[in-house]
Nanobody, 114 residues
Framework: QVQFVESGGGLEQPGGSLRLSCAASGIIFSMFRMDWYRQAPGKQRELVASITSGGSTNYADSVKGRFTISKDNAQNTVYLQMNSLKREDTAVYYC????????WGQGTQVSVSS
């Protein structure tokens, strides 16, 4: 069955960096666009970054220039390198395919605080 396992979150100071990973299974990973989403407390889930099957990337304005999405098709894994972290990046981060197959992982918590 389809499964996403996110990891790499944690507590980081403003200006710091984290690298998130998402291991996917049950899908032909290389065929899908992969997305990273985040959901902050009391807010709706928002799309943060995308990478197409061909490797083209797109970012929300709020993270452009600070976050980098990448993937390893051989490992069925998508990454999110987050630099220059801000307090407003605090959220639970999720990955998913586009279009979504209706399955979500548990997410990984990112907390940015001094």
């Amino acid at each position: 069955q389809v499964q996403f396992v996110e990891s790499g979150g944690g507590l980081e100071q403003p200006g710091g960096s984290l690298r998130l990973s998402c291991a996917a299974s049950g899908i032909i990973f290389s065929m899908f666009r992969m997305d990273w989403y985040r959901q902050a407390p009391g807010k709706q889930r928002e799309l943060v970054a995308s990478i197409t099957s061909g490797g083209s990337t797109n970012y929300a304005d709020s993270v452009k220039g600070r976050f980098t999405i990448s993937k390893d098709n051989a490992q069925n894994t998508v990454y999110l390198q987050m630099n220059s972290l801000k307090r407003e990046d605090t959220a639970v981060y999720y990955c998913n395919t586009h279009p979504s197959l209706g399955v979500w992982g548990q997410g990984t918590q990112v907390s940015v605080s001094s």
